[in-house]
């Protein structure tokens, strides 16, 4: 059986505006499955964006989203697409330093994508459990928006490693 692959393509940064938080649109227009005979069925998809830090262990919050539930058939390709807000928290002072001299300094700041989500496989009339997902998406470059217009991330060095999350539970007689 072969995994569906994810395409990281297209990342927009939209400029803040008074009336309107800041948001970043994600699309990944190819999301095919190579499958002939299993299809997935994705449950809701939480979407965390973080500024990377060097080390991994420094990294900051900047944005959520979601996307809706959606049926991965056999033998398709399923574009996703989900706009990124502020997160509902504040950044601290520190965080908010860092990412204000990493902008000014670099002119571009280093993210990290994470999905997180529940799949089911469908393999015929066979239905597996839902199972756990995360999707952590790296090397990614975001330049900071002037004026009015949207500007596009560099995703050519990203890099996305799929993680599974099963439960194993222990029962004991």
Same mark, same amino acid.
């Given at each position: 059986?072969?995994?569906?692959?994810?395409?990281?393509?297209?990342?927009?940064?939209?400029?803040?505006?008074?009336?309107?938080?800041?948001?970043?649109?994600?699309?990944?227009?190819?999301?095919?499955?190579?499958?002939?005979?299993?299809?997935?069925?994705?449950?809701?998809?939480?979407?965390?964006?973080?500024?990377?830090?060097?080390?991994?262990?420094?990294?900051?919050?900047?944005?959520?989203?979601?996307?809706?539930?959606?049926?991965?058939?056999?033998?398709?390709?399923?574009?996703?697409?989900?706009?990124?807000?502020?997160?509902?928290?504040?950044?601290?002072?520190? @965080? $908010?330093? &860092?990412? #204000?001299? %990493?902008?000014?300094? +670099?002119?571009?700041?280093?993210?990290?994508?994470?999905?997180?989500?529940?799949?089911?496989?469908?393999?015929?009339?066979?239905?597996?459990?839902?199972?756990?997902?995360?999707?952590?998406?790296?090397?990614?470059?975001?330049?900071?928006?002037?004026?009015?217009?949207?500007?596009?991330?560099?995703? @050519? $060095?990203? &890099?996305? #490693?799929? %993680?599974?999350?099963? +439960?194993?539970?222990?029962?004991?007689?």
């Amino acid at each position: 059986m072969l995994l569906p692959l994810l395409l990281l393509d297209d990342i927009r940064n939209h400029p803040l505006t008074p009336h309107r938080r800041r948001r970043i649109s994600r699309r990944i227009p190819n999301l095919p499955n190579p499958n002939k005979n299993v299809g997935f069925i994705y449950d809701v998809t939480d979407i965390t964006l973080y500024k990377a830090s060097t080390g991994g262990d420094d990294d900051v919050v900047i944005g959520k989203g979601t996307i809706a539930a959606f049926s991965h058939g056999k033998k398709n390709t399923t574009t996703l697409r989900s706009t990124i807000g502020s997160p509902p928290d504040e950044l601290d002072e520190i @965080s $908010a330093g &860092k990412l #204000k001299g %990493d902008l000014k300094a +670099k002119k571009a700041v280093a993210i990290k994508i994470v999905l997180n989500s529940k799949v089911k496989v469908k393999m015929g009339a066979l239905k597996t459990p839902k199972s756990g997902i995360r999707v952590t998406c790296e090397g990614i470059k975001v330049v900071a928006p002037t004026g009015k217009k949207a500007t596009t991330a560099t995703t @050519s $060095a990203a &890099k996305c #490693k799929v %993680d599974p999350r099963f +439960k194993i539970w222990k029962i004991t007689f």
